[in-house]
């Protein structure tokens, strides 16, 4: 009786030790990532500058990006930016920019992407606007984020 106790107690503080540091951030861990088309529109339909997450699947850094990085900045990504990502690897699907349909991979070279993970800002109408390689950790992206979202908001 008293190891079910125990039992249920522990498993009850696991559920608010989960929860509270999401709820007390405010934070959400959940990204909406569009399809690169998806997310040219709907920039343009909401003003937002595009963040496209450039990964490879071999690419363990990227997928650090993606679970740690990302989430962490997940109120503000979700707010300020339109979310989408190119498998730097894919030579065979093909995406349409600026009336082309190219492929992921030819895509990030058209970025200047050469290396994985990288992070390409566009404009709300889908302009390069700059791009950063490696890995970045949240801090240091959070500031660059607000960065491209005070220069948005300069243009509004």
Known sequence: ????????????????????????HGQ?????????EQALKLAEEEGKPI??????????WCKKMKKEVYPELSAALSKDFVLTRLNRDDNEDKKTYQQYRITPLR????????NVPAIVFLSSDGEYLFHISGFVEADE????????????????
Request: charged fraction near 20%; aromatic fraction near 18%; include cysteine.
């Open 1 to 24: 009786m008293k190891f079910r106790h125990l039992f249920y107690l522990s498993f009850i503080f696991t559920l608010i030790g989960v929860g509270i540091p999401n709820y007390v």
């Open 28 to 36: 959400s861990t959940e990204l909406k990532w569009h399809s690169f």
């Open 51 to 60: 963040m496209v997450d450039v990964w490879a699947p071999w690419c363990g």
């Open 107 to 114: 895509l990030a070279q058209k970025f200047g992407v050469q």
């Open 141 to 156: 992206l959070k500031e660059i984020l607000g960065y491209v979202a005070v220069e948005r908001a300069e243009r509004l």
